[in-house]
């Protein structure tokens, strides 16, 4: 079994979705979470469950992430986790209002700035494991939602800088990168929307035809997080069923 003993996590976007299933799979392996989310019912609910921290903070802001990494004299791993898809904002760059692709940018992106900026310093002497996330739409086009991909795929090549950058300190960074995860970011971008078939979605688009669970995801977190991780860095991992190396499922006959 993968253990993660005494190692200091911080997982932001801890509250919900993907980041709470890793809160909850990191704390069962030993580890010592910090949640980092906006959501301070349920972030504060679910650190009392788990006997984790939780720490109530935009992470698009600077001074709030500031606040938060004042707390610790070492950190051991950080996921960046938190991530948002504004449904009906974002889009096609032509109508994205430039305040939505500020927004975007800033709680996607700026967010992995501010968390490297000021927490690597605080694995510099021991080193330490970066986990970043980034989607199917930072390695495909997706059409529709811009502000998004923009992030995303930037996520993707930061990683690798990184990765370049910060190995020598024994810092390894990786990234996931999920997509069609069960959570209420995939209900929103998809299955609140009258148009979308999801049958048709898993047939044409997922060669595993079913959905992720969160805990698919924590799962290659925890051991992106772990010692048994120890020569993977600069690596982005599809967490996502193979859709984004699927041609064209239509082909397929059976089923
Ligand atoms: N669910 C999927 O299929 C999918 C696919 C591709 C990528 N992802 C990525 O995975 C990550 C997690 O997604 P999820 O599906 O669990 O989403 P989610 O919406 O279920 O959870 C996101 C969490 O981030 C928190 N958050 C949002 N804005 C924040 C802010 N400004 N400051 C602090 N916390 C904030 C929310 O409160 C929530 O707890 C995101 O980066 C997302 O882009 C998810």
């Known amino acids: ?4 003993n005494g190692k200091i996590v911080i997982i932001t976007g801890g509250a919900g979705g993907i980041g709470a299933a890793a809160a909850e799979i990191f704390s069962k392996a030993g580890a010592q979470v910090s949640i980092v989310d906006l959501d301070a019912a349920r972030g504060e609910t679910l650190a009392a469950k788990l006997g984790a921290k939780f720490f109530k903070c935009d992470v698009s802001s600077s001074e709030e992430v500031k606040a938060v990494l004042g707390n610790f004299e070492r950190i051991d791993v950080i996921y960046n986790n938190a991530g948002v898809y504004l449904p009906g904002r974002d889009g096609r760059i032509t109508d994205i209002d430039e305040a939505v692709w500020e927004k975007v940018l800033a709680i996607n992106l700026r967010s992995v700035f501010l968390f490297c900026k000021y927490g690597i310093p605080l694995m510099m002497k021991n080193g330490g494991s970066i986990i970043n996330t980034a989607s199917s739409a930072g390695m495909i086009g997706i059409p529709g939602c811009d502000a998004y991909t923009a992030t995303k795929g930037a996520i993707v090549q930061l990683t690798k800088s990184l990765a370049a950058e910060y190995g020598r300190y024994n810092i390894r960074t990786n990234c996931i990168s999920p997509a069609a995860i069960m959570t209420p970011m995939v209900r929103q971008s998809n299955l609140d929307d ?3 078939d999801a049958e048709s979605f898993l047939k ?3 060669p595993l035809r079913r959905f992720g669970t969160p805990e698919e995801v924590a799962q290659v977190a925890l051991f992106l997080a772990s010692d048994a ?3 993977l860095n600069g690596a982005v991992i599809a967490t996502d069923g193979g859709i984004t190396i ?3 499922l239509s082909k397929i006959k059976r089923d």
């Open 1 to 4: 079994m993968i253990e993660l």
């Open 194 to 196: 009258d148009t979308f």
């Open 204 to 206: 044409l688009r997922t």
């Open 229 to 231: 991780a120890s020569y």
């Open 246 to 248: 699927n041609g064209d």
